[in-house]
C-alpha cells in the first residue's frame, strides 16, 4: 500500500485525513518541523501533505531541505490568508496546495492527481545525502568524488538511489534493466563492482531478498 506522509502540528488534520484515506492508502503523521527529514528518511512516503506552518521549522525551510535530497511530491498546506507563502512555497518546488478549512475528498482527489504525475515524470538528476546522479550526463558524484560507472553499474545504483530503501531482488534489477539474457549472478557482479568504486557499502544486501540503497551511509 502506498505511503502518504502528513506533517501538520494540529492532530485533528491528521485524524480527518486518517479517517477518509486509510482505506487508500498507509498514512504516518508527525506534528514536528524539527527531525521530519529524518522521519521522511525512515518511512519512506510517496507524497507529503505539509503545513506551511508548522513548530520547531517551517514548512517553506522543510520543502528548501526536502529539495536538496529529493523530488518527493509535497503538497502544502495553508491558510487562506497566506497568498505570499502559497507562491513561495510553488517556486520553491511544491507540486500543489491546498488551502485550509479543505474537504477531504479534495485533498484525496490531490493526492491521486500529484501521484498520478510524479509517476510519469522521469527525473533526470537525483541527489540523496553525500551522492548526486544525472542521467543525461551519467554523473555521478559521491562524497566529493566523480566516479565513473559502466551502463549497467548506473542504473542500477540509480534504482536504489531513487527508490531509497526499497528492496529490490535480483530478478526485479534484470528486468528493470531488461537484461534478460544475464544470470541473476551478473547483478552481484555489478553490485560487486560498484561497491569497489564507490568504495562504500553504499549498497546494501538483504539477505534472500535482493539489494537496497543503505540511507544511513549516503
Known sequence: MVTIAVADDDPQVADILHWYLDDSYRLVST?????????????NPALLVLD????????????????KMSRLPVILLTARSQESQIIEGLSIGADDYITK????????????T????????????????????????????????????TGKEFEILWILAVNRGQVFSRAHLL????????????????????????????????????????????
Not at 119 to 142: C, K, T
Open 31 to 43: 506534528q514536528e518541523g524539527t527531525g521530519l527529514r529524518e522521519f521522511i528518511t525512515h518511512e
Open 175 to 218: 528486468q528493470t534493466l531488461s537484461d534478460f539474457d544475464s544470470s541473476e549472478r551478473t547483478v552481484d557482479a555489478h553490485i560487486k563492482n560498484l561497491r569497489k568504486k564507490l568504495q562504500s557499502p553504499l549498497v546494501e544486501t538483504m539477505y534472500g531478498l535482493g539489494y537496497r540503497l543503505n540511507t544511513e551511509t549516503v
Open 101 to 112: 478549512p479543505f474537504s477531504p475528498r479534495e485533498v484525496k482527489s490531490r493526492i491521486e
Open 114 to 149: 500529484v501521484l498520478r504525475r510524479s509517476l510519469y515524470q522521469e527525473p533526470q538528476r537525483h541527489a540523496i545525502g553525500n551522492l548526486f546522479m544525472d542521467r543525461d550526463s551519467h554523473q555521478v558524484i559521491y562524497c566529493g568524488r566523480h566516479i565513473e560507472l
Open 52 to 67: 506551511v506552518m508548522l513548530p520547531g521549522m517551517s514548512g517553506l525551510d522543510i520543502l528548501r531541505d526536502i529539495r
